[in-house]
C-alpha cells in the first residue's frame, strides 16, 4: 500500500590510480519492481562521458528477485555502451545471489568503496 | 524573520495583554479610608421599596475585600474600614434580577490584585427589613475556586474541603446556604473566605474569588432560584453533552471498523481520540453537577494528562490516515513532545504550582509550554502538508478537518488571545468553538473513514477474486502426483504463499525410456501476472520437452520466447536424470540444487527473459545409490522473520547436513516467516538399483 521508495544520489569521484573520473550511484531504501522508474531514470539521467560507474548498495534495505531484474538490465545495458561498473556494498547472501544469477559478469563485487575505487 | 516575529508576536501577545489589564485596573482601588456606611442601596433605603414582593435581592455594589487570611474576619465587629472595595455589581443590562442571573464580572487579578493566589476574604453588611421569614443566601455558580461563607460570624456553609490550610476545589456548583434563624431580620454581616489555586489564572486571564453577586433573600425563593442556576448549567452543557454523544458514537464507529480491518490503523487511533475527547468531557460535564472529583485531580487527568495526549493522538491519526512513510520516525517524534508538554504543564497546575514551582517561574514555563504546543502544531501542519502531497483524493474533505481540529486544540491560546470561543444561540444554548470544531471535523472524518471502508473492502474483493483465480492457474500447473520413476524417490513439498508467488516445477518422462526430466523455476512478480507468465513457461517447456531432452535446449528456446515477450523474467532449473543416474543440469539463475549435504559449484547465469543470446551454466554429474538431491525455490532463502533477518544459506546448510526432508525444510522455513511461495523438490535415488561404475557424486563443468 505505501510507496516504495528508491533513493539514488549520484556522485563524482576522482580516480586514485588517475584516469576517467567515477560516477558513484548510491541506492538507498528498497529495490523492487517499484524502483524501475527512479533505477532506470537515474542511469539514463548519467552524462554520455561517464565511463566509470561504481554501485553503492550499502544502504539498501530490501532487494527481492524483480529489483535484481532491474539490476540486470541496467548493467547489460552499461555493458553495451562500453562502461566499466563495480558494486559494493553487498551483504554476504547478496552477495552469493548476485553470484547466482550471473551479474558477476556485468560487475565484479567488493568489500568496500576503497577497494572498489582501485580495481578501477 | 517575518516568521520568527509573528511567533514572538504569539508568545508575549497574552502577557501583554494582561499587564495592560492590571494597569487599567489599578484606578479601580478606590482609597479605603471610606468610612463605613450601609452599601445596598436598595436594601438601606426606603424600606418600602423592597417590601412590594422584593423576595430576593442581589448582593452587588461595594463589598470589602482583602487579600490573605484571618479568623477574625468573620466576626461582625471586625473593623474593615481599611480595606479595599471590590465592586460586584454586574456589568449594564447583562443582569436579570427577577431570576437572579447575573452577568460576568472580572475576578480580582483584573482588579488589582493582578497576580494574587490564595486566600482572600470579602465582606458586606446589610440590613433587612421585611418580614420576619427565615433567609438564606445563594452563591454564584461561578467561582474561583472554594470558599466559606460565614453570617454574623457563624459559619453557614462552604464549597470545596477546607482542612487546615490545605483547600480541595471543585468545579464550582450552584449552592446556597441557609442563615441562622436569629438573623433573619435588621443588620447581618456576611464574610466570604476565598481560596484560589494557584493555577487558575492559566484558565482565564481575569480570575479570582467571585464572577457574579451572591443573592440574599427567603429561603424558599433562593432554593428555586439555585435550581435555576443548575438548569442554565445545564444549558450551557448541554453542546457538550451532544459533542460527548457524537464522539461516544464516533468511538464506537471506529472500534467497530477496526475490528472488521485490523489492517488500517488509522482506525485505532481515532478511537484513542475519541477516548480522551469522552474522557475529558465526562470529567468536565459531570463536575458541573457534582462534586465527585477534586478540582487538582479533574485538572491534572484533563489538562495535564488528557489534553497533550489528545494533541499527540490527533496527529498520529492523522499520521496513519495519510499512509505517511516512516510512521516510526513519527511516534519518535511525537511522544517525547506530548511527555514534555505534560511535564510542562504539570509544572504550572496544582499540586506542583505554587507549591513547589514558584510562581515568578510561570513566565519561563508558559513560553515553553506554549512552544512545545506549537511544536506539535507544526509537527501536525507537517504530517498533513505531506498527506495532502501524496494522496490527493479526499484531500479539500481531509483539509477541512484538519483546519477544525486545530481550531479544536488551540482554543485556549485563542482565548488568552481574547478571541470569541464561544457563542450564544437561541433558546440561551451555548455553543463553544471547540465543540463546533471536535463535531464537525467528527462527522467529516467520519464519513471519510467509512468511504475509505468501504472502498477497502471493495479492494479486498476484487483482491481475493484475483487471488483465488492465480490460486487456481497455480494449482493446475503444480501437479500433485508425480510420475514414478524406476530406481528414482521424487518429493515435492510446496507451500504457497497467501499471495501468489510464482514457482512453478514440472516432472515430465523423457528419453531415453526411463529418464526424467525435472523444472523447477519461479517468475518475477506476483499475483495473477506471475500465475499467468507460469501457465505460458509451463506451457512452452512442455511443448519443448516433447521433441528434446537436453536441458540446456530447452531453457535457450524458452529464454528467447520469454525475450520477446519483454519485462518478464524468470529463473529456472532443469534436471535431466538417465535411469544410470547420469544428471545433465543447466540453471538459469536459479539456486543451485544440494548434492546431499553440499551445495553444487553452478556458475552464474542470467535470470531467463534478460537477454537473448545469453548463456545457461551446465553442470554434469552421476547419482550413486543413496545420494539425494535437493532443489529449491527462492522463498526458502529469503524467509524473513519479523526483523527482517534472512532464513539464508547457513540454516539450509544446517538442515542439511541433519538429513532433513523436503517437508521438513520447508516446514523451518515457513515457521520463520514465509514471504514467498515454498517449494522443496528432493530426488534420491534408491539403493536397490544397479551401481554404476562413475566416482561418486563426480560433477564435470560443461
Request: overall charge negative.
Given at each position: 500500500?505505501?510507496?516504495?521508495?528508491?533513493?539514488?544520489?549520484i556522485?563524482e569521484?576522482?580516480?586514485?590510480?588517475?584516469?576517467d573520473?567515477i560516477?558513484v550511484?548510491?541506492f538507498?531504501?528498497d529495490i523492487?519492481?517499484?524502483?524501475?522508474?527512479a533505477?532506470l531514470g537515474a542511469?539514463?539521467?548519467?552524462?554520455e562521458?561517464a565511463?566509470r560507474?561504481l554501485?553503492?548498495?550499502?544502504?539498501?534495505?530490501?532487494l527481492?528477485s524483480s529489483?535484481?531484474?532491474?539490476?540486470?538490465?541496467?548493467?547489460?545495458?552499461?555493458?553495451k555502451?562500453?562502461?566499466?561498473i563495480r558494486?559494493?556494498?553487498?551483504s554476504?547472501h547478496?552477495?552469493k545471489?548476485f553470484?547466482m544469477v550471473?551479474?558477476?559478469?556485468y560487475?565484479?563485487?567488493?568489500?568496500?568503496?576503497a577497494?572498489?575505487c582501485?580495481?578501477? | 524573520?517575518?516568521?520568527?516575529?509573528?511567533?514572538?508576536?504569539?508568545?508575549?501577545w497574552p502577557?501583554?495583554?494582561?499587564?495592560?489589564?492590571?494597569?487599567a485596573?489599578?484606578?479601580h482601588?478606590?482609597p479605603?479610608?471610606?468610612?463605613?456606611?450601609?452599601?445596598q442601596?436598595?436594601?438601606a433605603s426606603?424600606?418600602?421599596l423592597?417590601?412590594?414582593?422584593q423576595s430576593?435581592a442581589?448582593?452587588?455594589?461595594?463589598?470589602?475585600?482583602?487579600?490573605?487570611?484571618n479568623p477574625?474576619w468573620a466576626?461582625?465587629n471586625?473593623d474593615?474600614?481599611?480595606?479595599g472595595?471590590m465592586?460586584?455589581?454586574?456589568?449594564?443590562?447583562?443582569?436579570?434580577?427577577?431570576?437572579?442571573?447575573?452577568?460576568y464580572?472580572?475576578?480580582?487579578m483584573?482588579?488589582?490584585?493582578?497576580h494574587?493566589?490564595?486566600?482572600a476574604w470579602?465582606?458586606?453588611?446589610v440590613n433587612?427589613?421585611?418580614?420576619?421569614r427565615?433567609?438564606?443566601?445563594?452563591?454564584?455558580?461561578?467561582v474561583?475556586d472554594?470558599?466559606?461563607?460565614?453570617?454574623?460570624?457563624?459559619?453557614i456553609g462552604?464549597?470545596?474541603?477546607?482542612?487546615?490550610?490545605?483547600?480541595t476545589?471543585?468545579s464550582?456548583?450552584?449552592?446556597?446556604?441557609?442563615?441562622?434563624?436569629?438573623?433573619?431580620?435588621?443588620?447581618?454581616t456576611?464574610?466570604?473566605r476565598?481560596?484560589m489555586?494557584?493555577?487558575?489564572?492559566?484558565?482565564s486571564?481575569?480570575a479570582?474569588?467571585?464572577?457574579?453577586?451572591p443573592?440574599?433573600?427567603y429561603a424558599?425563593?433562593?432554593g428555586a432560584?439555585t435550581?435555576l442556576?443548575?438548569?442554565?448549567?445545564?444549558q450551557?452543557?448541554?453542546?457538550?453533552?451532544?459533542?460527548?454523544m457524537?464522539?461516544?458514537?464516533?468511538?464506537?464507529?471506529?472500534?467497530?471498523?477496526?475490528?472488521?480491518?485490523?489492517?488500517?490503523?488509522?482506525?485505532f487511533w481515532?478511537a484513542?481520540?475519541?477516548?480522551?475527547?469522552?474522557?475529558?468531557?465526562?470529567?468536565?460535564?459531570s463536575?458541573?453537577?457534582?462534586?465527585?472529583?477534586g478540582?487538582?485531580?479533574?485538572?491534572?487527568?484533563?489538562?495535564?494528562?488528557?489534553?497533550?495526549?489528545?494533541?499527540?493522538?490527533?496527529?498520529?491519526?492523522w499520521?496513519?490516515w495519510?499512509?505517511?512513510?516512516?510512521i516510526?520516525?513519527l511516534h519518535r517524534?511525537?511522544?517525547?513532545?506530548?511527555a514534555?508538554m505534560m511535564a510542562?504543564?504539570?509544572?504550572?497546575?496544582?499540586?506542583l504550582?505554587?507549591q513547589?514551582?514558584?510562581?515568578?517561574?510561570?513566565?519561563?514555563?508558559?513560553?515553553?509550554v506554549?512552544?512545545?504546543k506549537?511544536?506539535i502544531?507544526i509537527?501536525?501542519?507537517?504530517?498533513?502538508?505531506?498527506?495532502?502531497k501524496r494522496?490527493?483524493t479526499?484531500?479539500?474533505m481531509?483539509?477541512?478537518?484538519?483546519?477544525?481540529?486545530?481550531?479544536?486544540?488551540?482554543r485556549?491560546e485563542?482565548?488568552?488571545?481574547?478571541?470569541?470561543?464561544?457563542?450564544?444561540?437561541?433558546?440561551?444554548?451555548?455553543?463553544?468553538?471547540?465543540?463546533?470544531?471536535?463535531?464537525?471535523?467528527l462527522l467529516i472524518?467520519?464519513?471519510?473513514l467509512?468511504?475509505?471502508?468501504?472502498?477497502?473492502?471493495?479492494?479486498k474483493e476484487?483482491?481475493?477474486?484475483?487471488i483465488?483465480?492465480?490460486?487456481?492457474?497455480?494449482?493446475?500447473?503444480?501437479?500433485?502426483?508425480?510420475?514414478?520413476?524406476?530406481?528414482l524417490?521424487?518429493?515435492?513439498?510446496?507451500?504457497?504463499a497467501?499471495?501468489v508467488?510464482?514457482d512453478?516445477?514440472q516432472?515430465?518422462p523423457?528419453q531415453?525410456?526411463g529418464?526424467?526430466?525435472?523444472?523447477l523455476g519461479?517468475?518475477?512478480?506476483?499475483?495473477?501476472?506471475?500465475?499467468?507468465?507460469?501457465?505460458?513457461?509451463?506451457?512452452?517447456?512442455?511443448?519443448?520437452?516433447?521433441?528434446?531432452s537436453?536441458?540446456?535446449k530447452?531453457?535457450?528456446?524458452?529464454?528467447?520466447?520469454?525475450?520477446?515477450?519483454?519485462?518478464?523474467?524468470?529463473?529456472?532449473?532443469?534436471l535431466?536424470?538417465d535411469?544410470?543416474g547420469?544428471?545433465t543440469?543447466?540453471?538459469?539463475g536459479?539456486?543451485?540444487?544440494?548434492l546431499?549435504?553440499?551445495?553444487?559449484?553452478?556458475p552464474g547465469?542470467?535470470p531467463?527473459?534478460?537477454?537473448?543470446?545469453?548463456?545457461?551454466?551446465?553442470?554434469?554429474?552421476t547419482l550413486?545409490?543413496?545420494?539425494?538431491?535437493?532443489?529449491m525455490?527462492?522463498?526458502?532463502?529469503?524467509?524473513q522473520?519479523?526483523?527482517?533477518?534472512?532464513?539464508g544459506f547457513?540454516?539450509?546448510?544446517a538442515l542439511?547436513?541433519?538429513r532433513?526432508?523436503?517437508?521438513q525444510?520447508a516446514?523451518?522455513a515457513?515457521e520463520f516467516?514465509?514471504?514467498?511461495?515454498i517449494?522443496v523438490?528432493t530426488v534420491?535415488k534408491?539403493?536397490?538399483t544397479?551401481?554404476?561404475?562413475?566416482t561418486?557424486?563426480?560433477?564435470v563443468?560443461?
Amino acid at each position: 500500500m505505501q510507496e516504495q521508495v528508491t533513493q539514488i544520489s549520484i556522485e563524482e569521484l576522482a580516480s586514485p590510480n588517475g584516469g576517467d573520473t567515477i560516477t558513484v550511484l548510491r541506492f538507498a531504501g528498497d529495490i523492487t519492481s517499484a524502483s524501475q522508474p527512479a533505477i532506470l531514470g537515474a542511469y539514463e539521467g548519467l552524462s554520455e562521458t561517464a565511463r566509470r560507474i561504481l554501485l553503492d548498495f550499502s544502504k539498501v534495505e530490501y532487494l527481492n528477485s524483480s529489483g535484481i531484474a532491474l539490476i540486470i538490465q541496467m548493467l547489460i545495458a552499461a555493458n553495451k555502451q562500453g562502461r566499466t561498473i563495480r558494486s559494493f556494498g553487498l551483504s554476504p547472501h547478496f552477495q552469493k545471489v548476485f553470484t547466482m544469477v550471473g551479474i558477476t559478469r556485468y560487475t565484479s563485487i567488493h568489500p568496500d568503496q576503497a577497494a572498489a575505487c582501485n580495481s578501477f | 524573520m517575518r516568521r520568527v516575529a509573528m511567533l514572538l508576536l504569539l508568545l508575549l501577545w497574552p502577557s501583554a495583554k494582561q499587564a495592560c489589564a492590571a494597569r487599567a485596573a489599578q484606578p479601580h482601588q478606590a482609597p479605603s479610608s471610606a468610612p463605613q456606611q450601609p452599601f445596598q442601596a436598595t436594601l438601606a433605603s426606603t424600606p418600602l421599596l423592597i417590601q412590594l414582593g422584593q423576595s430576593s435581592a442581589e448582593l452587588g455594589g461595594l463589598w470589602k475585600f482583602h487579600p490573605g487570611d484571618n479568623p477574625a474576619w468573620a466576626q461582625p465587629n471586625f473593623d474593615d474600614s481599611a480595606w479595599g472595595a471590590m465592586d460586584l455589581t454586574p456589568p449594564p443590562g447583562s443582569a436579570d434580577e427577577t431570576l437572579g442571573i447575573s452577568g460576568y464580572i472580572p475576578g480580582w487579578m483584573a482588579r488589582g490584585y493582578p497576580h494574587y493566589a490564595g486566600f482572600a476574604w470579602y465582606r458586606i453588611q446589610v440590613n433587612v427589613q421585611g418580614p420576619n421569614r427565615r433567609l438564606a443566601l445563594k452563591m454564584p455558580s461561578d467561582v474561583d475556586d472554594a470558599y466559606q461563607v460565614f453570617a454574623n460570624g457563624h459559619l453557614i456553609g462552604s464549597f470545596g474541603k477546607f482542612q487546615g490550610q490545605h483547600v480541595t476545589a471543585y468545579s464550582t456548583l450552584p449552592m446556597d446556604f441557609l442563615l441562622p434563624a436569629n438573623s433573619s431580620h435588621g443588620p447581618i454581616t456576611i464574610a466570604i473566605r476565598m481560596w484560589m489555586d494557584s493555577a487558575t489564572p492559566f484558565n482565564s486571564p481575569d480570575a479570582g474569588g467571585l464572577h457574579e453577586p451572591p443573592v440574599l433573600g427567603y429561603a424558599s425563593i433562593i432554593g428555586a432560584l439555585t435550581q435555576l442556576d443548575y438548569d442554565t448549567t445545564a444549558q450551557f452543557m448541554v453542546s457538550g453533552l451532544v459533542e460527548s454523544m457524537i464522539v461516544f458514537m464516533a468511538l464506537l464507529m471506529t472500534l467497530a471498523l477496526f475490528w472488521l480491518d485490523r489492517t488500517e490503523r488509522a482506525y485505532f487511533w481515532l478511537a484513542l481520540v475519541c477516548l480522551a475527547i469522552l474522557l475529558t468531557n465526562v470529567i468536565v460535564i459531570s463536575g458541573q453537577f457534582t462534586a465527585w472529583i477534586g478540582e487538582t485531580l479533574a485538572v491534572i487527568l484533563t489538562q495535564v494528562l488528557l489534553s497533550p495526549l489528545q494533541n499527540g493522538l490527533w496527529v498520529l491519526f492523522w499520521g496513519y490516515w495519510f499512509r505517511i512513510p516512516r510512521i516510526s520516525l513519527l511516534h519518535r517524534v511525537i511522544w517525547p513532545l506530548v511527555a514534555l508538554m505534560m511535564a510542562g504543564v504539570a509544572m504550572l497546575r496544582p499540586p506542583l504550582y505554587g507549591q513547589h514551582i514558584p510562581v515568578q517561574m510561570a513566565g519561563l514555563f508558559d513560553p515553553l509550554v506554549l512552544l512545545v504546543k506549537l511544536c506539535i502544531g507544526i509537527v501536525f501542519l507537517v504530517v498533513v502538508f505531506r498527506g495532502l502531497k501524496r494522496q490527493r483524493t479526499e484531500g479539500g474533505m481531509a483539509a477541512l478537518a484538519v483546519l477544525l481540529i486545530i481550531l479544536a486544540n488551540y482554543r485556549n491560546e485563542m482565548r488568552l488571545l481574547h478571541i470569541p470561543i464561544a457563542f450564544q444561540l437561541g433558546g440561551g444554548f451555548v455553543v463553544q468553538l471547540g465543540t463546533i470544531a471536535t463535531v464537525v471535523s467528527l462527522l467529516i472524518i467520519t464519513v471519510m473513514l467509512l468511504m475509505r471502508f468501504f472502498h477497502n473492502q471493495r479492494l479486498k474483493e476484487q483482491w481475493k477474486l484475483e487471488i483465488e483465480q492465480a490460486r487456481q492457474v497455480q494449482r493446475i500447473l503444480i501437479p500433485h502426483d508425480l510420475p514414478s520413476v524406476p530406481g528414482l524417490a521424487i518429493q515435492s513439498e510446496y507451500r504457497p504463499a497467501r499471495e501468489v508467488g510464482g514457482d512453478f516445477f514440472q516432472v515430465l518422462p523423457s528419453q531415453p525410456p526411463g529418464s526424467v526430466l525435472i523444472m523447477l523455476g519461479d517468475v518475477t512478480g506476483k499475483g495473477m501476472q506471475a500465475g499467468m507468465l507460469v501457465a505460458v513457461i509451463v506451457g512452452a517447456m512442455r511443448a519443448v520437452a516433447q521433441h528434446s531432452s537436453d536441458p540446456e535446449k530447452i531453457l535457450h528456446e524458452i529464454n528467447i520466447q520469454l525475450c520477446e515477450r519483454r519485462h518478464t523474467s524468470a529463473t529456472c532449473l532443469i534436471l535431466h536424470i538417465d535411469p544410470q543416474g547420469n544428471v545433465t543440469l543447466a540453471s538459469a539463475g536459479q539456486l543451485p540444487p544440494y548434492l546431499n549435504s553440499r551445495e553444487l559449484e553452478v556458475p552464474g547465469a542470467l535470470p531467463l527473459g534478460t537477454i537473448p543470446d545469453a548463456d545457461h551454466s551446465v553442470v554434469t554429474l552421476t547419482l550413486q545409490p543413496g545420494d539425494t538431491l535437493t532443489l529449491m525455490s527462492d522463498g526458502i532463502v529469503e524467509a524473513q522473520d519479523p526483523s527482517g533477518a534472512l532464513f539464508g544459506f547457513d540454516r539450509i546448510d544446517a538442515l542439511l547436513k541433519d538429513r532433513a526432508t523436503a517437508a521438513q525444510i520447508a516446514t523451518a522455513a515457513q515457521e520463520f516467516g514465509q514471504e514467498d511461495d515454498i517449494l522443496v523438490l528432493t530426488v534420491h535415488k534408491e539403493e536397490s538399483t544397479r551401481a554404476t561404475p562413475q566416482t561418486h557424486g563426480q560433477k564435470v563443468a560443461a
